[in-house]
């Protein structure tokens, strides 16, 4: 797995079942589309147990972990590989915090949803993270190589 940085930094982000279901999909693609982050990759997907056991193992101790791992089996998920400078950070504080009363108005979080298990998008905690999942989620021939020709106007 290449170690990317700078303004090849990537992360794993999912629009998860509440925000398919809820029609979120366009405005949350919008948000990171606009921020100028480039899209690598994206699949609308029905997440096996298995996978999502794997990509919460580091909450396999905790009660909320079947219940987790349930709700985002209940539909189906769009998975996405995003790059650009600080994208892991960025993105995470676009997203806002994990809990809805927590995260501020003009996040997704903050404008979209109010319960802490159902909090529409995941965003990888780190680079390392990101790393993992992007592993986990997608083969290599499902990230198609494109330039981006908006890029010289954003870095
Ligand atoms: P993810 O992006 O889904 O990983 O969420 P985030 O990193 O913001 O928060 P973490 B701590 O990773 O939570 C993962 C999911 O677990 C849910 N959760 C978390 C609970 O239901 N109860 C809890 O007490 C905690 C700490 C919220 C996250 N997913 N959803 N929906
Ligand atoms: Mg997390």
Redesign the pocket.
Known sequence: QAAYSGVNERTFL?I?PDGVQRHLVGEIVRRFERKGFKLVAMKLMQASEDLLKEH?V??RE?P?YM??VN??SSGPIVAMVWQGLDVVKMA?AM?G???PADAKPGTIRGDFCLD??????????SVESAQREIALWFRKDEMPCWEDSTEHWIY
Not at 116 to 125: A, E, F, R, Y
């Open positions: 999912a998860k919460y580091e909450h905790r909320f219940r987790l709700y985002m995470r997203i915090e994990t809990n802490v298990g159902k909090n529409v998008v995941h965003g990888s905690d």
